[in-house]
C-alpha cells in the first residue's frame, strides 16, 4: 500500500506542478467516479484482457470435476495471524502474518494467504458482491489473496497461476444468529473511518471464525484475473457459492462506517465492485460435491445424499 507520506508527496507535487503526472494504476483508478471508475479502466494493465473477472458463474453450465474434492486450509484458525486492518479508500484490507497455507485439488502447489479484504453495496438491499451466481448477487463478498509457493504478490503476478483467491459470499438475513467475530471486525472498523488509517487487529477472532461453516468442498473453480487495476490475468479463483450468513447489522456497518478519502466529511466508502466480466471461451468447473445441478435452495450434504445413490443402484440391480 502506498505509505501516507508518499501520498503526501504527491498532493505536494499536485500543487506545486499543478498538473497531474501520475501514470500508476494506483493513483489512476476509482469506484464512483465516471473520471477513474471501471468504464475507464480499459487503458491500466491487463483490465481489456479476455480472461478477466469477476464473472457470473452459470450453474447449469459449469463442468463437473469429480477430481476437485475439499480444499486444506491449515492455520486459519489462528486468531493471532492477523495482523493489522487499513482502510485503503478502496477496500479494508487484513494482512496476514506467515503460516497460513492452502492446498487442494486442481491447485498446482501449496499456496501462502498474504491478505483478505471485501466488496459491498449500499448495505443489505443494496448488493455489492463482485461474483454472481445464476445472475444473482449477494450483499457482500470477502477475498482471501494467496501467492504460489509464498512468491511476493508481484513475483506472483508474472506467474498464470501465481495467484489464489478465495472468494466467499456474505448474505445477511433477519434470522441470522449474532456472530461474535463479525461483531469483532465491525467494532475495528470504527477505528480506520478514513482512507490511510491502520489499527492492530486484536486477535479477538480468526478468519476461520469468520467463514464459519461453509463447506470447503463446494466450490467453483476457474481462471481469471484480479478485480482491481492492473487486473493481471494470473488468479486461480475458487468460489464458493453458500453464503456466510450473517445480520443485517454487518452489512449496514460497512456501507456506512468506512470513507474513501482522508476526512471524515468526505464520501462513504461502497459499491466497491467490478462488474462482471465476459467468460468468453472459459471453461467454470464445479467441485464433485456440488455437481452440475445446483440449485439456489442448500442443497443435501453428500452424507445424505450417499444412501441415496446407493439405494437408487440397489433398486437398478433390482431390476
Ligand atoms: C479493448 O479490447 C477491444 C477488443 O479487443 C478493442 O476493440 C478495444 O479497442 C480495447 N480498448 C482499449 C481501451 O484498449
Ligand atoms: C501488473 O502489476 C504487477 C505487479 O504489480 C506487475 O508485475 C505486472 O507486470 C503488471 N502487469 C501489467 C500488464 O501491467
Ligand atoms: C446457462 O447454461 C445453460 C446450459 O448451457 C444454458 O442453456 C442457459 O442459456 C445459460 N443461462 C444463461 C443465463 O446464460
Ligand atoms: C514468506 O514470505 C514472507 C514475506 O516475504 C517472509 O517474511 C516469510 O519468511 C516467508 N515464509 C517462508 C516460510 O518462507
Ligand atoms: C468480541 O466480541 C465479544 C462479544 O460480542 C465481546 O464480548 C468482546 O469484548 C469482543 N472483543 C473485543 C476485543 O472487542
Ligand atoms: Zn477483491
Not at 489512476?28 to 457470473?56: E, F, H, M, R, V
Not at 486444506?72 to 478502496?90: E, H, R, S
Not at 501462502?112 to 451466481?133: C, M, N, V, Y
Request: glycine share 8%; proline share 6%.
Amino acid at each position: 500500500m502506498t505509505p501516507i507520506w508518499v501520498q503526501h508527496l504527491f498532493v505536494l507535487g499536485m500543487l506545486l506542478g499543478g498538473s497531474h503526472t501520475s501514470t500508476s494504476a494506483a493513483d489512476s483508478w476509482c469506484y464512483g467516479d465516471a473520471q477513474c471508475g471501471p468504464a475507464t479502466w480499459a487503458a491500466l494493465g491487463q483490465c481489456n484482457g479476455t480472461k478477466q473477472s469477476p464473472i457470473n458463474i452459470n450453474a447449469s453450465a459449469a463442468v463437473r470435476a469429480p477430481q476437485l474434492g475439499a480444499l486444506k486450509l491449515t492455520g486459519y484458525g489462528d486468531a493471532k495471524k492477523l495482523k493489522d486492518m487499513q482502510n485503503t479508500g478502496k477496500t479494508v484490507y487484513v494482512h496476514l502474518e506467515d503460516g497460513l497455507q492452502l492446498s487442494g485439488p486442481g491447485l498446482p502447489a501449496t499456496y501462502t494467504a498474504k491478505s483478505f479484504h471485501l466488496h459491498w453495496g449500499q448495505g443489505p438491499d443494496q448488493p455489492g458482491s463482485e461474483h454472481r451466481i445464476n445472475n444473482q448477487q449477494f450483499a457482500m463478498e470477502l477475498h482471501i489473496v494467496h501467492t504460489k509457493n509464498n512468491l511476493s504478490v508481484v513475483d506472483a503476478a508474472q506467474d498464470p497461476e501465481g495467484i489464489a483467491v478465495l472468494a466467499f459470499f456474505l448474505q445477511a438475513t433477519d434470522k441470522a444468529q449474532p456472530s461474535r467475530s463479525w461483531g469483532n471486525f465491525t467494532q475495528c472498523l470504527k477505528k480506520v473511518p478514513v482512507e490511510g488509517e491502520d489499527t492492530d487487529v486484536d486477535g479477538s477472532f480468526s478468519l476461520q471464525d469468520l467463514l464459519g461453516s461453509v463447506d470447503l468442498a463446494r466450490y467453483y473453480r476457474y481462471r481469471g484475473s484480479l478485480t482491481t487495476p492492473n487486473c493481471t490475468e494470473a488468479v486461480v479463483w475458487t468460489v464458493f457459492p453458500d453464503p456466510i450468513v450473517v445480520q443485517k447489522d454487518v452489512v449496514t456497518a460497512f456501507a456506512s462506517t468506512l470513507h474513501s478519502t482522508d476526512s471524515e466529511s468526505g464520501p462513504l466508502l461502497k459499491n466497491n465492485f467490478r462488474s462482471v466480466q465476459s467468460l468468453g471461451g472459459r471453461q467454470v468447473q464445479a467441485s464433485a460435491a456440488l455437481g452440475t445441478a445446483h440449485s439456489a435452495s442448500p442443497a443435501p450434504r453428500s452424507a445424505a445424499l450417499i444412501p441415496l445413490l446407493l439405494s437408487t443402484a440397489a433398486l437398478a440391480w433390482h431390476l
